[in-house]
């Protein structure tokens, strides 16, 4: 069975980086959250998603993510709904991506919140990527232009270090690019022995 190897790491730890590295050496990565928004706008998912409301939430072809977001926040009934119908087809479409690496060893899922969703449960090892409170800040703000207050607002929904680091097989300390790079090979030494 080919194994599944979570990636995750906290808004600018460098997840994403890592993801990038191993795609390079060869590794099927899987970008969760790419992946969930392309399966949002697909015309299947859209009509189904929107049987949930009454309101029209579908805008030129697309669904209206901050009408949805407004709608569930006040009602947990449609919520539940929401989530039972989008959960299971992104499940369903990371179960036919695994299958089309039935040959490979092990493939890479690179999730932001793997802890937070519970999805770390169904990966055979997880890999955190860490990187001091104020060098992620600086990253964030860097790359999109945003103010610390809004990095901090995006923060406060994840999950500490300290929370998710003693349940990850290996951690990927991210501050100096080349060091972090020699450690996903280290890494990678020990998936290929699996
Ligand atoms: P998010 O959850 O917000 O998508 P992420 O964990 O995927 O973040 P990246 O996008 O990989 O993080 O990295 C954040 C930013 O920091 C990027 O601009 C990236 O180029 C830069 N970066 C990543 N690692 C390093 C490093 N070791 N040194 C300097 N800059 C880095």
Redesign the pocket.
């Known amino acids: 069975m080919t194994k599944i190897i979570g990636l995750t ?12 590295y191993f795609k390079k050496r060869g590794i099927p990565v899987y970008i969760a ?1 790419e992946e969930a928004k392309k399966l949002m706008n697909t015309p299947e998912v859209i009509k189904k998603v929107q049987t949930v409301f009454d309101e029209n939430i579908i805008e030129n072809n697309q669904l209206n993510r901050k009408k949805i977001a407004e709608l569930v926040f006040s009602s947990p009934e449609q919520l539940k709904k929401l989530n039972s119908i989008v959960h299971p087809e992104v499940r369903k479409h990371f179960t036919d991506w695994v299958e089309k690496y039935k040959d490979r060893p092990f493939v890479i899922k690179e999730a ?1 919140i793997l802890f937070e969703s519970g999805t770390f449960k169904d990966c055979d090892k997880i890999i955190l ?1 860490t ?1 001091p409170e104020d060098v992620k800040i600086d ?2 703000m ?3 232009k945003v103010s610390k207050g809004q990095v901090l607002e ?1 923060m406060k929904n994840q999950w500490s270090d300290e929370k998710k680091i003693p349940l990850s097989d290996y951690v990927i300390q ?4 080349e060091t ?1 790079i020699k450690k996903t090979e280290e890494i990678l030494k020990e998936l290929n022995k699996m």
Request: hydrophobic letters at 40%; charged letters at 30%; zero cysteines.
């Open positions: 790491g906290g808004i600018g730890s460098g997840k994403s980086t890592i993801a990038a959250d932001a990527v990187a990253r964030v860097k790359r999109d995006r991210n501050i100096d690019l972090a």
